[in-house]
């Protein structure tokens, strides 16, 4: 069983930055790959980031390019979220989310998710 904890988000204006924590419990962190995910009012849940369990891979939506890092630190059963260059369409609820094995963009392949925490960007 894996338990998840976000933390991080908050309020800040576009071209800010915000680094988000998913604090992990239970046995075996390495064993899963890490996903992000975040949903607006109105709008569907949708993949922003995921990283393997090794944290030798990465994959983000295309909407955060270039602009958000994912990474993991498994001796401290966390990953973490770098959102830089923040728009205001990116304010939603950040989710992290866990999956045994590989990594998965569709959220419904994961099997622990968090509470998440609200990231508001201003204009």
């Known amino acids: 069983q894996v338990q998840l904890v976000e933390s991080g988000g908050g309020l800040v204006q576009a071209g800010g930055s915000l680094r988000l924590s998913c604090a992990a419990s239970g046995r075996s962190f390495s064993i899963y790959a890490m996903g992000w995910f975040r949903q607006a009012p109105g709008k569907e849940r949708e993949f922003v980031a995921a990283i393997t369990y090794s944290g030798d891979s990465t994959y983000f939506a295309d909407s955060v390019k270039g602009r958000f890092t994912i990474s993991r630190d498994n001796a401290k059963n966390t990953v973490y979220l770098q959102t830089n260059s923040l728009k205001p369409e990116d304010t939603a609820v950040y989710y992290c989310?866990?999956?045994?094995?590989?990594?998965?963009?569709?959220?419904?392949?994961?099997?622990?998710w968090g509470q998440g925490t609200q990231v508001t960007v201003s204009s």
């Open positions: 989310a866990a999956r045994r094995g590989v990594v998965a963009r569709t959220p419904s392949l994961y099997d622990y």
